[in-house]
């Protein structure tokens, strides 16, 4: 079976390669969770480097994950190749340091779950949502400073960073492999609402049609219906 995990170790520390959907448990074992990457994790001490690459999935097994980073006692690197969507970009935000590929994206946006049942159940399913987005708020805030507000916005947006983009807002501390002076390049930030505005844009729109002629009754037809009437 395909396993999402791995990590070497080299002469600057380890290298851990995370790779794959995060959930709780893993029927499969290709999936990414906190009781697979404890193991990985506390295999050995020192400074460690995380490759992520992943489109998220559970948010509390992204929690547990994110603390577990936190809580060691090593230098933590988070080294983003691909994609760090959903809860990954969570887990990103646990990082000493977060750097980007220059072809990387990170992408956050509000927790979403399935309940089932009468009104009181939709209404604590919705208290719920509400609680885990200010728990997710709060990585995002201690990790880039800026206001909750701001964060829950892009949130509601479910907004796309490039890596410059990621970099200017704090998400991300420097772009690999780019000279220092190419990290502070204007990024780009996309957002469901702002990609549907500019394809709208880009529609061709539909000519003017020239005014009608007012309608009426023509002059020489006027004259011959007088005739008749005499």
Known sequence: MKKFWNWVKNEDGRTLYFDGYIAQD???DDDITPEKFKAE???SAGDIAVWLNSPGGDVFAASQIYTMLKEYEGKVT???DGIAASAASVI?????????????????HNPATVVFGEAADLASGIKLLNEVKESIINAYEQ???LPRGKISNMMDAETWFSAQKAVELGFAD???YAPDAQDAAEGFIFDRLTVTNAF???LPREKEKPQAALAGTPHKELLTRLELLK
Do not use: H, N, Q, Y
């Open 143 to 145: 990790r880039t400073g």
């Open 92 to 108: 990103a935000m646990a990082g000493d340091e977060i750097v980007m590929s220059p072809v990387a994206m990170m992408m956050i």
């Open 78 to 80: 988070i080294k983003i």
């Open 200 to 202: 709208l844009r880009k």
């Open 174 to 176: 420097k772009i690999l």
């Open 26 to 28: 893993s029927w499969f």
């Open 41 to 43: 994790l506390t295999a």
